[in-house]
Structures are given as structure tokens and as C-alpha cells.
């Protein structure tokens, strides 16, 4: 190891935190399990932090192990991933096939009232909008939650929350009712993120960008089965039967929830110590680990669930662009899901308006019932969930979360191009199959993106508000994919090609790539410093799991 003084030995604590500094010696070899991972000679550190001293020393033989020390990200890598996370994985993976159910049942619903109740085109699209709506205002509240008074209590909150009015809503007796409760559903919804909140404090670094695209494998669950329930429910039983079944999944979460525990990050941060070590206790149990030796130490306490902590100096351009990529994932992903339907309706049946030199497609889109064709391809386009998740999982951690998610942008839109043609249903099944496992892709990759960017303190506000930038995009969307495309087919595929174009930039401009980084415990960091840690990512630093652990210093 490279003597004090030397940019080599800089730990990557030191530079996140500018009052911290770090000296490091030789101690006996082996002696603490918290360096085994980084030099068999055992170094030790001091660790300064603010007024606060924790000296970790030379420990001679026989002095008392306790006197140790470890951080939760130490904790969380030494348990490592197994029998605990993967009930956690079932458990949050409910939440997530209930929201993509609830989202799926938009573009079944909207075509069979727009047809039994005689609706226009714009009430038609109110049905999709005021969901967002409610999930655009609440998506911040909900992560405000979370921060404040803990991720266990946020996510239990709405998940009860959407159960009880999504039930209710299918005993509503006229429009303005399903207008009323599906807006109350659409507020809960907007807390189903803080899922991956949750989740992700309890992934160890090597297994995180993995474990979280796998929970969304229910989100792909969850719509197929409601298509699948569609089409068992619809022609004989109709709407309201589906909306009740489709509670399914809540009722299942909310019957374990009890189970859920807090995640000790925030009951650290909380200074809820005793809290945190009954749950790394637990953890480690079930897993058949061993807790790392000493005193579980935390970073000085700070406010938490503050917007304008998302907003200081060296988070500001990250937020900012963060914000936009969100409205563009959700904007061209449910513009894309209610965009099927729409297409489908109209078939092959494409007549043609000639205006001087110009020809566009016009198809018929008068009131029609889905079919059991439309729902069969329905059924295929939403299956394009699985591969897009599976080719995302396959190049997230090779070329990092920045370009995974300019690719899948980028792909979307040239995806989209071969629409502008009148092609036959065949042929618009398999571009908006590829279209839509792009789009999921890149939406996954964000949801896995985003907790590592932000610290322990805003993380959950920092998913809420993009989340409800994402409803924003969502809520906009029906007017453009239901109302804009009667109008104009070419417009209509131009704003989704367009905006994926925009974003596939602004994915590349994002100032941090996290591909091997620990979660930030801390949010006190200089501009400066932000830009020495870009620099150390472009040059492949961030390939290195080991590069990054807190309260350790870089090995070269």
C-alpha cells in the first residue's frame, strides 16, 4: 500500500466527506474480519469525523475483539445475499406486479367503457390521466414518508392504501366514481417505488444491479397475468370483476407485511442503533452468516426527506437530468402500452388522406370492444417485458448504468420508425414487441440507478420525485397516444421518437456513473469532489467492486 500523501491511498470515504480524514498503519495480520476483503497485513485507520473520534489502533493478542468497529455497508457485504433476501424479493416483487396491474388494467378498461358508456375520446383519456394524476402528487409524499418515518412504514401505508380503493372501485356505479377511485388509487400507486428503496438497502454491492432487475420480473409478471385475467374475466364477467380480482397481489402483501422489517440504513441514520443490530442480527441468521466483530458506528446524523437537499451544488445536475429521463421512460412506456391498443383496434385497415404531395395513414378508431386477437397481442407485446429485462441484466454491469440506459433510448426510438409506415398487424406486433423490451429495459435500469446516486438520507425523496416526474410523462401521455393519434399518426410517432432521442443524451450526460459503487451513507460532498470522482469513474475505476466500500480506503 502507498504511503499517506499519495492520490493512490486517497480512501473513497475521505473524498466524499471533506472533514474526514484517514491515517492508516500496520497492524497484526488477519485480525479484523473488516479488512479481510482489502489487505492480509490488517491496516487500520483513524477515522475523523466532524467532533468525533474513533480510533481502531493496533489490537494486540488478547485485547477485547468488541472494541472493533464496523459501518452497515461492512454488515451488509459480509452477510452477503441469500435465504433472507430472497423472501424479500417475494414480498416487495408483490407490490410490483400489483402496480403493473393496476397500470396493465388501464388499456383494457378504457376501451370497454368508451364503449358501454358512449364516452369521447378526452373522457376516455381522463380515465388514464387522473391516475397519474394522483400518482404524480403523491409520488413525493410518499418518499417524504419513507425518509422521515421509515421505508417499512411508507410502502405498508400505500400498498393498504390501493388495496382498499382499488377494491371499492369496482362497485362503481357511474364515471365520475371510477374518475374519483381510481385517482385514489393512482395516489397510492405513487408510493410503490419505495419497494426498491427498501430492497436495495439490503443488497450487498456485487449482487445489487442484478437483484433489482430481477424484482422487476414481477412488475412483467403482473402484466401478463392481467392480460391473462382479461381474457378470462372480460367476455363473461366483465370490468368489474376484473378490477376486484386484480387486487390479488395486495392482499397477498399485506397479509406478510408484518414480516417486512426496517431497513437498518435508516434506523442508523435514525439513531435507532439497537433497531439495526436486531436486523443485521436477523439477516445474518437466516443466511447462516457471521456478523462482522466490534461496534456498529454511523456518520453523523442529518435532516432527512429535504427537496433542497436534491437540489445543492452537487446534486443539481444530476437531479435535473434525472427528472427528465424519468418523464421520457414513462412518457413513450405507457404512451407505447396504450398505443398497442389503439393500433390493434385499427388493424390492417389503414385508409389513406391524399393532400397534394403528402400521405398519411388514417385508421379507423371508432368505438370497438377488444377482441380475443386484440388481447392475444396484447398479450405478446406485453411478454416483450421478460427480454428487455434479460438484455438489460446482461449489459448493465459491462457497460455501466449511463449507456444501458442511452442504448435502450436509442433503440426505442429507431424501434418506433418503421410505424410511420402502413405496416400489416404482423409486422406492427414485432416492432412494438422490440420497441416496448427496450423501453422496459431502460425504465429498470433508472429504477437501479437512481437509489445508488442519492444518499441514505434523501434516497427515498430522491426516487418520490422522479417517480412523480415519471407520472407527469405518464399523465400526458393518453392525450397524445389516444386523442393526438386520431389526428395525426406521423405527429404522434414523432413526439415519442423525438423525446427518446432527447433522453438518450441527457443518459449520457448524467455527471456520476455507480456501477460498483457502495450506497452514499452521506451527502456532504464538494463540487469539486464530485468531479474528481467522475474523472476516477472514467477512467474504469468503477468497474472495481472493491474500489468502494465505506470507511476503506483504495488499495493500488
Known amino acids: 500500500m502507498s504511503n499517506w500523501g499519495k492520490t493512490s491511498n486517497i480512501s473513497y470515504q475521505q473524498w466524499r466527506d471533506p472533514e474526514i480524514s484517514v491515517v492508516t498503519f500496520r497492524g ?23 467532533m468525533q473520534t474513533v480510533d481502531l489502533g493496533e489490537r494486540r493478542t488478547g485485547q ?51 364503449c358501454e358508456w358512449m364516452l369521447p375520446s378526452w373522457k376516455v383519456a381522463m380515465l388514464t390521466s387522473v391516475v397519474f394524476i394522483g400518482m404524480m402528487f403523491s409520488s413525493t409524499l410518499w418518499g417524504n414518508i419513507s425518509d422521515k418515518y421509515g ?18 372501485s369496482a362497485f362503481s356505479p357511474a364515471y365520475g366514481w371510477v374518475m374519483v377511485l381510481r385517482g385514489l388509487v393512482g395516489f397510492g400507486i405513487g408510493g410503490a417505488p419505495q419497494s426498491v428503496t427498501l430492497y436495495s438497502e439490503f443488497l450487498p454491492r456485487k ?81 447462516g452468516k457471521t456478523m ?25 445536475r444530476t437531479t435535473l437530468l434525472l427528472w427528465f429521463i424519468w418523464f421520457a421512460n414513462a412518457f413513450s412506456y405507457y404512451g407505447l402500452v396504450l398505443l398497442t391498443t389503439e393500433l390493434f383496434q385499427a388493424g390492417d385497415a389503414c385508409g389513406v388522406i391524399t393532400k397534394g404531395a403528402k400521405t398519411e395513414p388514417k385508421c379507423n378508431l371508432e368505438c370497438k370492444y377488444l377482441t380475443l386477437d386484440d388481447y392475444k397481442d396484447l398479450l405478446w407485446t406485453t411478454l416483450a417485458e421478460f427480454p428487455g429485462l434479460f438484455l438489460t441484466l446482461f449489459v448493465i454491469d459491462r457497460i455501466g448504468r449511463k449507456k444501458s440506459m442511452a442504448m435502450c433510448f436509442l433503440m426505442f426510438s429507431v424501434c418506433i420508425l418503421p410505424l410511420y409506415a402502413c405496416v400489416g398487424r404482423v409486422a406492427l406486433t414485432v416492432f412494438i414487441f422490440i420497441a416496448r423490451a427496450f423501453i422496459t429495459g431502460g ?24 417517480s412523480g416526474m415519471a407520472r407527469g410523462g405518464a399523465l400526458l401521455t393518453p392525450f397524445v397516444s389516444q386523442v393526438l393519434l386520431k389526428k395525426s399518426v406521423y405527429l404522434t410517432l414523432s413526439v415519442y ?60
Open 207 to 287: 449482487s445489487r444491479a442484478t437483484c433489482v432487475m430481477l424484482i422487476e420480473i414481477f412488475w412483467a409478471i403482473g402484466a401478463v397475468f392481467e392480460v391473462l385475467l382479461a381474457i378470462w374475466i372480460m367476455p363473461t364477467m366483465g370490468w368489474r370483476w376484473l378490477l376486484g380480482l386484480s387486487t390479488a397481489p395486495l392482499v397477498v402483501f399485506v397479509t406478510f407485511c408484518f414480516w417486512l422489517p426496517e431497513s437498518p440504513r435508516f434506523d442508523v441514520l435514525s439513531g435507532n442503533m439497537e433497531n439495526a443490530m436486531k436486523t443485521l442480527r436477523l439477516i445474518a441468521a437466516d443466511n
Open 151 to 168: 421505508r417499512k412504514v411508507g410502502l405498508t401505508m400505500c400498498m393498504m392504501w390501493v388495496l382498499y380503493y382499488g377494491f371499492l
Open 28 to 50: 497484526t495480520a488477519g485480525d479484523s474480519l473488516r479488512h479481510d476483503e482489502e489487505d492480509q497485513c490488517g491496516d487500520y485507520e483513524v477515522y475523523t469525523t466532524g
Open 443 to 466: 425504465f429498470q435500469v433508472a429504477y437501479v440507478y437512481t437509489p445508488e446516486v442519492y444518499p441514505t438520507a434523501t434516497r427515498a425523496l430522491g426516487i418520490g420525485t422522479c
Open 292 to 316: 462482522p466483530l466490534g461496534k456498529l458506528i454511523a456518520n453523523k446524523q442529518e435532516e432527512r426527506g429535504r427537496i433542497r437537499d436534491l437540489l445543492t451544488p452537487q446534486y443539481r
Open 64 to 114: 477485547d475483539p468488541t472494541e472493533d468497529t464496523f459501518t452497515v455497508e461492512d454488515a451488509v457485504e459480509a452477510i452477503g445475499f441469500g435465504k433472507f433476501q430472497w423472501k424479500l424479493s417475494i414480498l416487495t416483487g408483490l407490490s410490483w406486479m400489483a402496480d403493473a396491474m393496476e397500470m396493465m388494467i388501464l388499456s383494457i378498461i378504457s376501451p370497454q367503457l368508451h
Open 497 to 556: 421518437c423525438i423525446l427518446c432521442l432527447l433522453a438518450t443524451g441527457a443518459s449520457m450526460l448524467l455527471p456520476i456513473e455507480t456501477t460498483g459503487l457502495g450506497l452514499q451513507e452521506s451527502s456532504r460532498i464538494t463540487a469539486g469532489q464530485e468531479e474528481m470522482k467522475t474523472g476516477q469513474m472514467s477512467n474504469g475505476s468503477e468497474a472495481s467492486p472493491t474500489h468502494t466500500s465505506y470507511g476503506s480506503s483504495y488499495n493500488s
